[in-house]
């Protein structure tokens, strides 16, 4: 599963040149915290994370940059991107569905770790509890970053760090 998934994916700078002015602007507002450097610094095996995103997706913006700054910090983290489009099988094969932003994070043996689809699960545990409104406001303000510490908590937990 995780060489054909790796497979003809975008580097983040290359994805950058692709999308519009939005993700560069997420991504330059993207920081990690310190807790979350210093667990990164403790990853010595390698992971591979394959990323399938839109540019038309806000909730798109909000979750892949965070892995790009985790690459950043480890050198072990390998990530690719890839479109929604003409993938929409291999999204259903690794989720069950082909909603986006897919991640799949696969260990230093090309297994398959963790899913992350579409929101972290504690939003998502939120959003089942909530009232239809409610959810609306709670989607809005996870894309304009009122819960980018959910994202972060969420990709060390899926790199099994």
Do not use: W
């Given at each position: 599963?995780e060489?054909?998934?790796f497979?003809?994916?975008v ?8 999308v519009?002015?939005?993700?560069r ?14 667990k990164?610094k403790?990853l ?8 399938f ?6 909730d ?17 983290i390998?990530?690719?991107i890839k479109?929604?489009?003409g ?36 939003l998502?545990?939120?959003m089942?509890?909530?009232a ?5 406001d709670?989607?809005?303000?996870f894309?304009a970053?009122?819960?980018n ?13």
């Open positions: 599963m060489m054909g998934l497979d003809g994916g580097t983040f700078p290359e994805y950058l040149n692709q519009g002015p939005e993700f602007e997420r991504y330059e507002k993207t920081l990690l915290s310190e807790g979350v450097k210093e990164l403790g010595s095996k390698s992971r591979k994370v394959v990323a995103s839109e540019g038309y997706c806000p798109c913006v909000a979750v892949l940059p965070y892995i790009e700054r985790m690459r950043e910090e480890n050198p072990n390998e990530y690719t479109h929604r489009t993938n929409e099988e291999a999204l259903v094969e690794a989720a069950g569905e082909s909603r986006i932003p897919l991640l799949v994070f696969f260990d230093e043996n090309g297994e398959p770790l963790s899913v992350f689809l579409e929101f972290p699960e504690k998502k545990d939120e089942r509890h909530a239809v409104e409610d959810k609306k709670l989607v809005v303000k894309r970053g009122a819960y510490d959910m994202i972060e908590e969420a990709m060390v937990e899926l790199l099994r760090i």
